[in-house]
């Protein structure tokens, strides 16, 4: 089945504990990126990679990281966490960054840092 | 930068017919998008314009008037589990999406 996977579904976790959530996707999508979904703001995008290797900012990049490595793998990692990043986090990913392909989430982590 | 208005909220009535629109400010344009939310759920994909004119889909159709600014998706026969949020998304010159805020539709008998 065509699907965007990520890992943990929720997490509780204290601030300053560095940790990753995880994204894969099994449809050989050259496009990825991750979004926060807060209420009353909406999706917004933090970072994106066109390709393996290729990453860059979204709009709200501070106090992330993401690594892109394989084609199919496309991590976020908080080094830091902080009560800010409190939030529901999705992947996504497309054929390309470009025409109409659109993107296909992936069921979303719900992450609470205390 | 992008700028994309779409109503916070919207109530209809099982059966009838609900238009949302949304509006927007780009840096460019290579496509509009909207996708339907559930609440708790991953957004999912419903339509593309990157043309002028009216798409349809089933009880779905979207239209997108480029020189305005403007798209709507139109829901007919609307039903129950047609409640749920929708995000208007425009991919401006980056071709990178930006989302507007959504509007969340709830629908009731």
């Known amino acids: 089945e065509a699907q965007v996977t990520q890992n943990p579904r929720y997490l509780i976790t204290v601030t300053g504990k560095k940790l990753t959530v995880t994204c894969s996707q099994n449809?050989?999508?050259?496009?990825m990126s991750w979004y926060r979904q807060d209420p009353g703001l909406g999706l917004r995008q933090i970072y994106y990679?066109?390709?393996?290797?290729?990453?860059d900012k979204g709009d709200v990049p501070e106090g992330y990281k993401v690594s892109r490595k394989e084609k199919r793998n496309f991590p976020l990692i908080l080094e830091s966490p902080s009560p800010n990043q409190t939030s529901l986090y999705f992947c996504?990913?497309?054929?390309?960054?470009?025409?109409?392909?659109?993107?296909?989430f992936g069921p979303g982590t719900r992450l609470t840092v205390l | 930068g992008q700028n994309i208005d779409q109503p916070t909220e919207m109530t209809a009535t099982e059966g009838a017919i609900v238009q949302i629109n949304c509006t927007y400010q780009?840096?460019?344009?290579?496509?509009l998008f909207w996708y339907q939310q559930h609440a708790g759920e991953a957004p999912t994909f419903l339509s593309y314009?990157?043309?002028?004119g009216l798409e349809e889909k089933g009880r779905f159709s979207s239209f997108l008037s480029r020189s305005k600014g403007y798209s709507y998706l139109l829901l007919k026969e609307l039903q129950m589990k047609d409640s749920a949020s929708y995000l208007c998304?425009?991919?401006?010159?980056?071709?990178?999406?930006?989302f507007g805020r959504g509007t969340s539709l709830i629908v009731h008998p």
């Open positions: 996504a990913s497309s054929l390309t960054s470009g025409s109409h392909n659109e993107q296909f």
């Open positions: 449809m050989n999508h050259e496009y």
């Open positions: 990679s066109m390709n393996v290797e290729v990453t």
């Open positions: 780009t840096s460019g344009f290579n496509g």
């Open positions: 314009n990157v043309l002028d």
């Open positions: 998304a425009v991919r401006g010159g980056s071709y990178i999406p930006t």
